[in-house]
């Protein structure tokens, strides 16, 4: 007689969790306006992450834009941030980049950028740290606030 049939295999299924890496919509602004522009780089920042706050300060700490729940104590240290990366970057022979902070009940991350104005910082404020994704997407979003760069990288 016939071998009896093997059960048949039981499929297992495994779900493959695929971690989508988040899309930031790319900076733009028409303005000619330089405060312009840097308000809608506030603006923009708002609308891709959840944050407490975000500003715009120069490396005097004196505050550019403001938007949120922006502390002087949080511009006061992205301009004490902004000094300890340019020492960093002189020994290092490296301009621009990014630091985040985890202070006791949330994380400051500052982007700093050189302009023919002088340097900037950008922060952010928010309660988790941000995505390597999005803290590059900021370093660009800044560099075309400032420079005055449509999203295709031509002057304006």
């Given at each position: 007689p016939p071998a009896p049939a093997a059960p048949?295999?039981?499929?297992?299924a495994?779900?493959?969790?695929?971690?989508?890496?988040?899309?930031?919509p790319p900076f733009h602004s028409d303005s000619q306006q330089l405060d312009e522009r840097l308000q809608s780089l506030v603006s923009w920042i708002e609308s891709c992450v959840d944050c407490?706050?975000?500003?715009?300060?120069?490396?005097?700490?004196?505050?550019?834009?403001?938007?949120?729940?922006a502390e002087q104590s949080h511009i006061a240290a992205a301009s004490s941030i902004l000094l300890m990366l340019a020492s960093v970057r002189s020994l290092m022979r490296d301009s621009g980049g990014w630091l985040s902070l985890k202070m006791s009940s949330a994380v400051l991350h500052?982007?700093?950028v050189e302009t023919r104005w002088?340097?900037?910082?950008i922060g952010v404020v928010t309660d988790d740290t941000l995505p390597l994704e999005f803290l590059s997407a900021l370093s660009a979003a800044v560099e075309s606030a400032f420079h005055g760069e449509t999203s295709q990288g031509e002057s304006t």
């Open positions: 048949p295999p039981v499929a297992v495994v779900a493959a969790v695929a971690t989508a890496r988040p899309h930031y407490r706050a975000a500003f715009i300060a120069d490396d005097n700490g004196l505050p550019v834009v403001e938007h949120l729940g500052v982007v700093e002088g340097r900037f910082g």
